[in-house]
């Protein structure tokens, strides 16, 4: 084969060069092969370059010209990053080495000295057009490769938010518009200020983080979740736990804790609930104490929660929810993204309609080239493996947020490709080559249900590709029933022809462990383990509504000078004080007793008792109190009702309670207090009184405003 039938299509070849001699010499000796324009000139030179860029696959350039030398032509296809994409020969009869070591420098790939050869000239133009077409179909090669994958992470993306967004009746939209608002606030952010220090990978990674902000609803109540009317404080407070299972869940991962996304992942779900003025929850965060990226998705959130209709209100206008925030009508937030929100309002409603899978990789492809420019230092092979290796993050973090076997199997080589996580779930190397040969891999699954899941892949055909089935994989010494979910493979020539395929194996067994585990979120305190106020309620309900004749007693307390430790020594430190506290409950009350974290620094204890109540609660108090934590002290308030004084109603025994803790804590704190007739404010109807959560009003408002 000749060589120029390598080069797919006639190629384009530019001489800039002021001697209309050498440039008839050189269209001679090229033109039969090549397409040939001329200029006359460095400025003509580079005006060519403008018009036909795309078109030119060479530059034969001279070094000595009038207007502009060749120098400068080498500066402006520096500038305007062309030289990266078009070869450059520098011919000249100037052979000192200070000019052809200047040429070099600037991004030439060879050099022909005057008088011309023939043949040499010719065969490096083959050769340097030959090398830059391989290099170019590498790099579409690799950027194809890049494309799909991040294809496949926003497929992850989507379906992870279809999930979390299925069992409160939303379609996924939600989650994917909060992605696009965080990117595009991000971006105007960075415009105006470096206070963040944050880059273009930051904004890819917090922006893909924040497809998981609400994944911790998948451990609340349906009755809750999808309550068409105002929650009551229990329900809020239920709800509110979503934050926190969220972070707990990523948290629990066994691996990745260091790798970014997992980083940004946890502050989103944590703190997306926290204000500026510090008003929100979980921790009461206020200002730069929340991450930028919790900032940022927060209000990304209120916007689209505005704009959406849910179940308990229609949706608003882009006009009228921007106009909401500005206003503070929907809790308050860092001005300068307000700022933000205000300078990207007319290009949001645009955006959003944009939204679609193939629209974001476009933007991310157009993130990662601008990236690179910015690191003109990196040679091809670095960025290649840069991008393949944040690309492979992304997706290995996803499929351990799934804890399923996920595996890829083609058949030319014959290959297995198994995920980090399922890897170390079936002790197998991560890439198993042949492994109808391999006896590992053979022996986890018995040949007839092998054979038949291969049996029906093969089957299959590329309209209808997918394929389910239950087996059993000996895992550990032992068999456990597996759902094998494959997809299929096919090419694109015809007849269509199987090449493998994707899926995963799903341990029935574990999915309803993690089921039992949800449940088990759902009723207990993220941070402490102890039963959430919610559910302890309907434990105490049930107890005296089952044994109403009982002798009950309620007692609520909180830590002394909470606030003071988390001013002093930070959040991380104020939450081991609060499991500190929680321990020592679970180590001073019997084994019917009840107690629960109601909210912040309050808890609750319930218990039955048969005589002497009063050296009950003195000998539970006495194991709460005193001591300390590090350097903190511990001191507690706490406040008692007795079923015997004020009845067995629950809400009143709650109400009664909370009124002696008042009492103690404005006497002295650092002791506990029965409830006595005259704690009741005047004119009050103990029986006639409602519920508290240990949380202000604003909580609730604050919901309400989320869900205007």
């Known amino acids: 084969m000749d060589t120029l039938e390598r080069i797919a299509d006639r190629q384009t070849i530019l001489i800039v060069d002021d001697s209309e001699m050498n440039r008839a010499i050189l269209a001679d000796m090229l033109g039969n092969e090549f397409d040939i324009i001329e200029a006359e000139n460095g400025k003509e030179g580079v005006a060519m370059l403008q018009k036909h860029g795309p078109e030119v696959s060479l530059v034969l350039l001279d070094i000595v010209m009038p207007e502009m030398d060749g120098f400068g032509v080498l500066n402006m296809m520096n500038k305007y990053h062309w030289i990266e994409d078009i070869p450059v020969i520098m011919i000249s009869a100037e052979r000192g080495s200070s000019h052809i070591e200047r040429a070099f420098e600037l991004g030439i790939t060879d050099f022909i000295s005057r008088p011309f050869d023939a043949l040499i000239v010719h065969r490096r133009v083959v050769n340097t057009i030959?090398?830059?077409?391989?290099?170019?179909?590498?790099?579409?090669?690799?950027?194809?490769?890049?494309?799909?994958?991040?294809h496949r992470s926003s497929l992850m993306i989507d379906i992870l938010s279809h999930i979390v967004e299925f069992r409160n009746g939303e379609s996924g939209m939600h989650v994917r518009h909060v992605h696009t608002l965080t990117e595009t606030l991000?971006?105007?952010?960075?415009?105006?200020?470096?206070?963040?220090?944050?880059?273009?990978?930051?904004?890819?990674?917090?922006?893909?983080?924040?497809?998981l902000h609400d994944i911790g609803k998948i451990a609340i109540p349906e009755e809750v979740l999808n309550k068409p009317g105002r929650l009551t404080n229990e329900e809020f407070a239920i709800m509110k736990t979503h934050s926190m299972v969220g972070a707990d869940m990523l948290e629990a991962l066994p691996f990745y804790q260091n790798e970014p996304l997992v980083k940004a992942a946890y502050q989103i779900c944590r703190w997306h609930h926290e204000r500026w003025d510090g008003r929100g929850?979980?921790?009461?965060?206020?200002?730069?104490?929340?991450?930028?990226?919790?900032?940022?998705?927060?209000?990304?959130?209120?916007?689209d929660a505005l704009t959406s209709q849910r179940v308990y209100k229609p949706a608003y206008t882009h006009e009228q929810a921007v106009s909401m925030i500005l206003n503070g009508e929907c809790g308050t937030f860092n001005p300068l993204i307000m700022e933000c929100l205000r300078d990207s309002a007319d290009d949001i409603p645009a955006g959003l309609s944009d939204d679609s899978i193939e629209s974001r990789n476009r933007r991310e492809m157009q993130n990662v080239a601008r990236e690179l420019h910015k690191h003109e230092e990196l040679t091809a092979s670095e960025r290649t493996l840069e991008l393949l290796e944040h690309e492979r993050m992304k997706y290995s973090f996803f499929a351990s947020l799934t804890q399923e076997i996920q595996f890829e199997y083609t058949v030319t080589p014959p290959s297995l490709v198994l995920s980090t996580w399922g890897s170390e779930k079936l002790g197998l190397p991560e890439i198993v080559m042949d492994p109808y040969q391999d006896e590992a891999a053979q022996a986890i699954i018995a040949p007839e249900d092998r054979d038949s899941i291969a049996g029906a892949l093969r089957s299959t055909t590329p309209g209808n590709p997918v394929v389910q089935s239950d087996c059993k994989l000996f895992l550990d010494g032992e068999e456990k029933w597996h759902r094998i979910i494959a997809r299929a493979s096919w090419s694109s020539e015809e007849p269509p022809r199987y090449t493998g395929c994707i899926g995963k194996a799903l341990d029935i067994h574990s999915s309803r462990l993690q089921l039992e585990h949800l449940?088990?979120?759902?009723?207990?305190?993220?941070?402490?383990?102890?039963?959430?106020?919610?559910?302890?309620?309907?434990?105490?309900?049930?107890?005296?509504?089952?044994?109403?004749?009982?002798?009950?007693?309620?007692?609520?307390?909180?830590?002394?000078?909470?606030?003071s430790a988390n001013d002093t020594y930070g959040h991380m430190f104020g939450d081991q004080v609060l499991?500190?506290?929680?321990?020592?409950?679970r180590h001073s009350i019997r084994g019917g007793d009840i107690a629960a974290r109601v909210g912040g620094d309050e808890f609750l204890i319930f218990l039955e008792y048969k005589t002497d109540l009063e050296s009950t609660i003195d000998g539970v108090y006495k194991r709460l109190a005193g001591g300390s934590y590090e350097d903190f002290k511990i001191s507690v308030s706490m406040g008692v009702a007795s079923a015997e004084t004020v009845g067995v109603d629950y809400d009143t025994l709650f109400r009664c309670a909370d009124q002696a803790l008042y009492v103690v804590k404005n006497s002295g704190k650092g002791h506990y207090s029965y409830y006595e007739k005259e704690h009741a404010p005047v004119g009050e109807d103990i029986s006639a009184v409602s519920p508290i959560?240990?949380?202000?009003?604003?909580g609730q408002a604050q919901h309400e405003e989320e869900s205007k």
């Open 130 to 150: 030959l090398l830059y077409a391989k290099q170019k179909k590498l790099t579409a090669m690799v950027a194809e490769q890049i494309f799909e994958k991040e």
């Open 186 to 211: 991000l971006k105007v952010l960075v415009q105006k200020t470096d206070r963040y220090h944050l880059s273009q990978t930051d904004i890819s990674v917090i922006g893909t983080a924040s497809a």
């Open 519 to 563: 449940e088990q979120q759902a009723s207990h305190d993220g941070l402490t383990g102890l039963l959430n106020h919610a559910y302890a309620k309907k434990r105490i309900m049930e107890r005296l509504e089952d044994r109403p004749s009982g002798r009950y007693a309620l007692a609520i307390l909180d830590l002394d000078y909470f606030k």
């Open 693 to 698: 959560d240990g949380e202000d009003e604003a």
């Open 579 to 585: 499991k500190f506290i929680a321990d020592r409950m």
């Open 281 to 303: 929850y979980p921790d009461g965060l206020k200002g730069d104490e929340i991450p930028i990226s919790a900032q940022i998705v927060a209000l990304a959130d209120v916007y």
